[in-house]
């Protein structure tokens, strides 16, 4: 009995390796760190040809004909974000990065069989989704010392808004918990509002939310737990910005931190 607890042990393991050493991602992932290293000495080592060459190259090996961010943003794989990450990035495009970025986070928990090198986080993207997750932080705090302050219980769709946001914050943790987006404040809603005032670590203070102008903060309720920034509107008022040093490329477009927000 234990030889074959042995064997099946090292079969578990056997087939881990081979996953790993077939990543389809990792010759892409290899050249997007080589190009990183020479853009400080090489402004032009990724233009737009190249750009164009690496998503041909991605959409492919992910057998996919995309129209739109949101299809990139739907496979599940962290591999593949993770080289989308690094490409939008080298290519001046912080805001689609970040959006690529947010899923490897999200979906990199769940998945044991990448390859050792996509464990490895971006610098740059860590900082930015810090801030993001900050921003959205405030603006959760301030919501609920709105409704807190009410004379009469708030409408269902600010309650929905709630409930989006902390289903979006909470979704970078290891073992995420969802509440029903149903305009509720039931036990569920109630018990993630303890949750995050008792343990989110960006430390809000009363007189900060209360000196806040923040307003009409809205957020995107998409499928699949995906929360794409490129195509969401900015919260005006929170005005930090993240500088992707060492990343030169023409036509720079300064990261916006901000958290993004759905018009619909």
């Known amino acids: 009995m234990r030889i074959v607890?042995?064997?099946?042990?090292?079969?578990?393991?056997?087939?881990?390796?081979?996953?790993?050493?077939?990543?389809?991602?990792?010759?892409?992932?290899n050249e997007l760190l080589v190009r990183k290293k020479l853009s400080s000495k090489l402004p032009?080592?990724?233009?737009?040809?190249?750009?164009?060459?690496?998503?041909?190259?991605?959409?492919?090996?992910?057998?996919?004909?995309?129209?739109?961010?949101?299809?990139?943003?739907?496979?599940?794989?962290?591999?593949?974000?993770?080289?989308?990450s690094q490409t939008y990035l080298l290519a001046g495009k912080p805001v689609e990065s970040?959006?690529?970025?947010?899923?490897?986070?999200?979906?990199?928990?769940s998945n044991n069989s990448i390859h050792p090198l996509f464990n490895n986080p971006i610098n740059e993207l860590e900082l930015a989704l810090e801030k993001q997750?900050?921003?959205?932080?405030?603006?959760?705090?301030?919501?609920?010392?709105?409704?807190?302050?009410?004379?009469?219980?708030?409408?269902?769709?600010?309650i929905i808004d709630l409930q989006i946001k902390l289903n979006v914050y909470?979704?970078?943790?290891?073992?995420?918990?969802?509440?029903?987006e149903?305009?509720?404040?039931?036990?569920?809603?109630?018990?993630?509002?303890?949750?995050f005032e008792e343990n989110n670590p960006y430390?809000?203070?009363?007189?900060?939310?209360e000196n806040s102008n923040l307003k009409g903060i809205e957020i995107a309720s998409l499928p699949h737990s995906i929360r794409p920034v490129s195509a969401l509107k900015e919260v005006s008022n929170l005005e930090n910005k993240t500088d992707f040093t060492g990343i030169p490329h023409n036509n720079s477009i300064e990261l916006s931190t901000n958290i993004i927000l759905d018009e619909a």
């Open 170 to 180: 909470n979704e970078l943790a290891i073992t995420p918990i969802f509440i029903s």
């Open 133 to 158: 997750q900050a921003d959205l932080a405030y603006a959760i705090y301030f919501i609920i010392n709105n409704f807190k302050s009410m004379t009469s219980p708030p409408e269902n769709i600010q």
């Open 182 to 195: 149903d305009g509720i404040i039931g036990p569920q809603t109630k018990s993630a509002i303890y949750d």
């Open 5 to 29: 607890i042995i064997n099946l042990m090292f079969f578990c393991f056997f087939e881990q390796l081979v996953c790993q050493s077939k990543s389809p991602y990792i010759d892409i992932a």
């Open 98 to 109: 970040l959006d690529h970025y947010r899923q490897y986070k999200i979906q990199v928990h």
């Open 44 to 84: 032009d080592v990724f233009d737009d040809v190249k750009f164009a060459e690496v998503v041909s190259k991605l959409d492919n090996i992910a057998q996919i004909k995309p129209t739109s961010q949101i299809d990139h943003l739907n496979i599940t794989n962290p591999e593949f974000h993770w080289c989308y």
């Open 203 to 209: 430390f809000v203070t009363e007189s900060e939310i």
